[in-house]
């Protein structure tokens, strides 16, 4: 079955601290990868994605992610953290060069930042 | 539109009365998805427009749930004698395909509440 995991619920960092959040997939087909991020009452934000080419992405609000086909993850990370990235965190998943097939998310990791 | 549009942003009802969601894509998006997102939970997917093709309702959880688009603009989600259970909030996104991956731009979400 096709299906995304993020392990952590929530995860609370001190403000400066480094982040990593987990995600694992499984998928039947090349996977696209993405991270996206939902303020309160906002609607989700696209932080990163994967295609191919280089394992390691950069994307907005200095995050990265690095895919690792051999462990099936797409963990996000950050090495300093602000108060401002407390959010809620989805990674989500979908076949590449099919079209319009929906991406499947996971369940999300809430992210605290203490000060 | 710059971006994708919901509304309501907010909705009040009672158990058994319908109710019409709204989402206005980007303007050019091809395509067009409904996720429905229950508190503490993932994305779940309910349905997927592209072009002029059979949408795909895979994810629709009863017979009382239904979507229309016209051409490749405005889509009406609609809920028939709601539940409480159906109390979430809808997210749409639009995407245009390029070919290689979606890359789904979201909008805030109409927040539903059934009494």
């Known amino acids: 079955a096709q299906s995304v995991t993020q392990p952590d619920i929530h995860i609370t960092v001190s403000e400066g601290a480094s982040l990593e959040l987990r995600c694992n997939y499984s998928y039947g087909a090349t996977p696209y990868l993405f991270w996206y991020v939902q303020s309160p009452g906002q609607g989700l934000q696209l932080l990163l994605k994967?295609?191919?080419?280089?394992?390691l992405v950069q994307g907005i609000k200095g995050f990265e992610a690095e895919f690792k086909r051999s462990q099936s993850s797409f963990n996000l990370r950050k090495p300093s953290v602000h108060w401002s990235d407390a959010a809620e965190y989805f990674c989500a998943v979908g076949p590449l060069n099919q079209a319009g097939t929906a991406l499947i998310f996971g369940k999300g990791t809430t992210l605290s930042v203490s000060s | 539109g710059a971006g994708v549009s919901q509304s309501p942003s907010n909705k009040v009802t009672e158990k058994g009365k319908d109710v019409e969601l709204r989402c206005d894509p980007i303007s050019g998006h091809t395509a067009l998805y409904w996720y429905r997102q229950r508190l503490g939970q993932g994305l779940e997917f309910l349905i997927y427009?592209?072009?002029?093709?059979?949408?795909?309702k895979s994810g629709l959880p009863s017979d009382r749930f239904s979507a229309e688009r016209t051409g490749e603009s405005v889509s009406t989600l609609t809920i028939q004698r709601t539940q409480q259970e159906d109390s979430a909030v809808y997210l749409c996104?639009?995407?245009?395909?390029?070919?290689?991956?979606?890359?789904?731009?979201f909008g805030a979400g109409s927040r539903l509440t059934v009494l």
């Open positions: 427009f592209q072009g002029n093709s059979a949408p795909d």
């Open positions: 994967y295609f191919s080419g280089d394992t």
């Open positions: 996104a639009s995407s245009l395909w390029r070919g290689g991956a979606n890359v789904l731009t």
